[in-house]
């Protein structure tokens, strides 16, 4: 009796704890729409980490460097698509993704939890043509 009720146990935690990693990747990925939508430095820096590693198609990028182009009027619609996550841990998941639009690209982001609230503490960058 007891080996069933521990089997019963593990199932349910097992299902508690993929349908929590379920709600933290739609999170992630509406996170990542509203940052490519946004036009805001003041938006995006909120979900940077201060201590953001990120590269893109000129080499390392600075987070001051990050939110300055957020800042710039978008040409055309944010057309994000092909989203994959990956967790790593509870608290630390990998996005890829693809962007159309005018400045089509790939991205690549490190997401981090800490105290309850997901920043991107990595970020890369490259353009598809």
């Known amino acids: 009796m007891k080996k069933i009720i521990a089997t019963t146990l593990l199932i ?3 299902f508690a704890a993929t349908s929590a990693l379920a ?3 739609e999170t992630l990925i509406g996170m990542d729409k509203v940052w ?4 805001s430095a003041a938006a995006v820096d909120p ?4 201590d953001i590693l990120a590269i893109g198609a000129e080499g390392i990028v600075s987070r001051a460097e990050m939110l300055a182009t957020q800042d710039e009027p978008a040409t055309g ?6 989203y994959q996550v990956r967790f790593l841990s509870p608290d630390i998941a ?3 993704h693809s962007s159309g639009g005018d400045q089509p690209h790939w991205s ?3 997401w981090q939890k800490k105290d309850g609230h997901w920043k991107v503490a ?6 598809t043509e």
């Open 12 to 14: 349910c935690l097992g």
């Open 23 to 25: 709600s933290d990747e």
């Open 36 to 39: 490519g939508e946004s036009t």
């Open 47 to 50: 979900m940077l980490a201060s």
């Open 77 to 82: 619609p944010y057309i994000a698509g092909d």
């Open 94 to 96: 990998v996005m890829v």
């Open 108 to 110: 690549m982001h490190v």
């Open 122 to 127: 990595a970020n890369a960058s490259v353009p």
